[in-house]
């Protein structure tokens, strides 16, 4: 070192340690978030009524009736497991809502979420979506009656109406 050059410092050390923090607190970043994932999974399948989450993910009246192949309400008579993670609910229909008539008897696929629900005796409303078991929505116990009422004002509006989209 001459005499009078100023004494050059050295920062790499900061550097390392900044970017080691940096690092280190990414790491724990994408931890606590892949726990909060496995912890709690999004649910696409079961839209039963049962919390504001669903009600909001849930169309309008008309768009779930224009929407729906098949919406019919009855007596779970069996229910069976199906292909990947679907169910076999086979219901005694007493009321057909669309089609306004039907044989008495309809096997619908809704997803497995639907067991602790679906079980033989128990009365559901079911409106099967066109575009699959993920897409339909069902109802038991006393949210019959709120999802009975929700139908029932989206016929006559849906009368004619094309499926709006992915509802």
């Not at 709120?146 to 709006?164: I, K, M, N, S, T």
Request: with cysteine; hydrophobic share 40%; charged share 25%.
């Amino acid at each position: 070192m001459l005499p009078g050059a100023p004494a050059r410092r050295r920062r790499r050390p900061l550097f390392v340690l900044a970017a080691s923090v940096a690092a280190l607190a990414s790491l724990v970043g994408a931890f606590t978030l892949i726990q909060y994932y496995v912890a709690h999974p999004p649910s696409l399948s079961s839209r039963s009524e049962r919390g504001s989450e669903n009600a909001a993910m849930k169309p309008a009246p008309d768009g779930l009736v224009a929407c729906s192949e098949l919406i019919v309400e009855g007596t779970v008579a069996r229910v069976e497991k199906g292909p990947a993670d679907l169910l076999t609910v086979t219901l005694d229909v007493d009321t057909y809502l669309k089609p306004r008539r039907g044989p008495g008897r309809e096997r619908i696929a809704l997803p497995v979420e639907v067991a602790p629900e679906a079980t033989v005796g128990t009365r559901m409303l079911v409106a099967m979506s066109r575009f699959g078991p993920e897409e339909s929505f069902y109802y038991t116990g006393d949210d019959i009656a709120h999802g009975r009422a929700w139908v029932d004002e989206g016929l006559p509006q849906a009368e004619g109406l094309d499926c709006p989209g992915r509802g």
